[in-house]
């Protein structure tokens, strides 16, 4: 998980002797408990990476080996993105719910078939990036059978985020064999709302769904 600390001090570009926001900034930043983000600063100071003073805060000690920028992603305009996954769980929250119940009232038949198929590769899929790739599948129809041309433009920029190696990196260490069932399971009941033209609940299983992703992903305590 000290991945996540790592690439968070390269997408800012803290060098050496440059001080880390304090820890309770940091963990809302991140979307992780403070728990979770005190172990990851004690690792990384036995590692040699950050220098932590009582009274001054955390220090970066060297640059990280490698340089990745885990939350910049091309938007429809070609501007840069930076962000945080909490925040992007807030974005999806705000958007993906009300898609849903668009998508209950626009589908088309052929569009159920597709995110039918799409539910069934991922209920068989043998691996994390597999199963990824066909639960992104899902939502990216969901968005599709909406027809808002603004809500498809501003969620290229959350599905860009998700493919990104950090969201990749937090799913591996979140995704187990029965969560990819849970998922599933919910896409599939998302579906149904949606086949029955049921807005409302098409709108409330899909921000229970991501409630559920959220709290797998990035604990409990970031909910508060």
């Known amino acids: 998980m000290t991945v996540v600390l790592r690439d968070f001090i390269e997408a800012e570009g803290l060098q050496p002797g440059d001080r880390l926001p304090p820890e309770r900034d940091l963990a809302v930043k991140l979307g992780l408990p403070r728990t979770a983000l005190r172990r990851m600063l004690a690792e990384m100071e036995q590692e040699g990476r950050l220098l932590r003073h009582v009274g001054r805060g955390t220090f970066v000690a060297e640059r990280g080996a490698t340089a990745s920028a885990p939350y910049r992603a091309q938007n429809a305009s070609r501007k840069e993105l930076w962000t945080y996954p909490a925040e992007v769980f807030e974005a999806r929250l705000i958007i993906e719910p009300k898609v849903a119940a668009l998508a209950a009232l626009r589908a088309t038949p052929y569009e159920t078939e597709e995110m039918q198929k799409v539910i069934q590769h991922s209920s068989t899929a043998a691996t994390l990036v597999e199963f990824e790739r066909w ?23 959350i599905h860009a985020l998700r493919a990104g190696r950090l969201w990749g990196r937090m799913k591996e260490q979140s995704l187990t064999k029965e969560r990819m069932q849970e998922y599933t399971a919910h896409h599939r009941a998302i579906l149904q709302a949606i086949i029955d033209r049921d807005g409302g609940q098409a709108e409330q299983r899909m921000h229970n769904h991501i409630l559920t992703a959220r709290a797998n992903i990035l604990g409990s305590e970031t909910m508060s």
């Open 135 to 157: 639960d992104a599948a899902f939502h990216q129809l969901v968005v599709a059978a909406a027809r808002n041309g603004l809500l498809a433009s501003l969620y290229e920029g």
